[in-house]
């Protein structure tokens, strides 16, 4: 029977999404382990699997439309089944009675329908371009499409990149737009306010020496001055629950968990993973998660449940060369931490004696709204006692 996809509701949160591409043509065999689509939701970009076998009959909702949760999308039937009524707008999504017992026989019916209008690399080219070939008056012999009418359709079709003057124009979309929405919904809503200090990192410098090749033939992860940073603030946090707060509702909500949002830059844009109860973890297990959501991350295979439910989140431009910026909040967040370089400075002692010591710069941008400048302060000031104490890493000892 025909079976309706709808548009899947991915978190407690989520109201609507956006199709970013369909992975399957009109008229395709599918497997229910198939991609079948890719939807965009304010988090993440994920992948949809059709669930059923069937044929995809008809796709409902184009790409880039934005449709509610539970919205109908695509239509999915078995291959001798006419699709209902109520969807069937194109005559020619009935696959030829023909084929039908073609497929029966070689389980490749739908192949060599469309082996009848185009050849394979013509249907690739199509689908590289977004392009769905009942859109398209095949020139070659018999009505078959070849490239030049692919060629010829993106002509004439309103381009999504063009050049003009030498310029090159490309639309924000996919991750790309999801970050540029978050963050001016940020500039907009929030009061932000940053601080910038500077820690001696001469302690954890020490013992990331020392314990970093232990760490690398254990776990098969090389250590980062990241790892000993999220220790450090889910610690800091623990004393603070006034910085581990968010804005929900015209209210102060508590948080009685620390989830640390770790951003990570890839290709496209900025992902941040979370990394669940940071404070109730060993550095060890620390060491591990961030590990797996950066690899994650930069490997496009963030699960949907990855980035949500943030706290407090780390962003670290320090490997740049950058000592100090203003990091933006990641709503519903009302504070996040900067932390740049790590560079030997001279420091002057008490008697006058000199000293060169590795120095870490800090910024720590809070919203003024919920968390005064003072609270904002003591956090920083804590923290860095923190770092320059981290003989309370008894399990790494």
Known sequence: MATEIVMPKLGLTMLEGIIVKWKKLEGDLIKKTDILYEIETDKVVTEV???????LKKII????IKVPVGTIVAIITDIDEKIP???NDDRDLEIPKKLKTIYGKENNGIDIYKKELASPAVRKLAMENNIDLKFI????PSGRIIKEDIFNYIKQKNKKIFIKKQEKYI???GIRKI?????SKSSRETASVTL???SDFSKIKNLKEKIELIIERELKIKLSYTDFIIWAVSQTLERHPNINVSFENNNIRFNSNINLGIAVDIKDGLLVPVIKNANKKTFVELVKARFELVEKARNGNVCFDDPQGNTFTITNMGMLGIDYFTPIINLPEVATLGVGSIKDKIIVGKHNNFSIKPIIHLSLTFDHRLIDGVPAARFLRDLIDTINNPEKLEEIQ
């Open 85 to 87: 009524d109520k969807f």
């Open 137 to 140: 008056n095949g020139s070659g």
């Open 179 to 183: 970050v540029s929405d978050r963050v």
């Open 61 to 64: 909702v184009k790409e880039g």
């Open 171 to 173: 639309p924000i979309k």
């Open 49 to 55: 699997e059709a669930g059923v076998n069937g044929i």
């Open 196 to 198: 910038m200090v500077e």
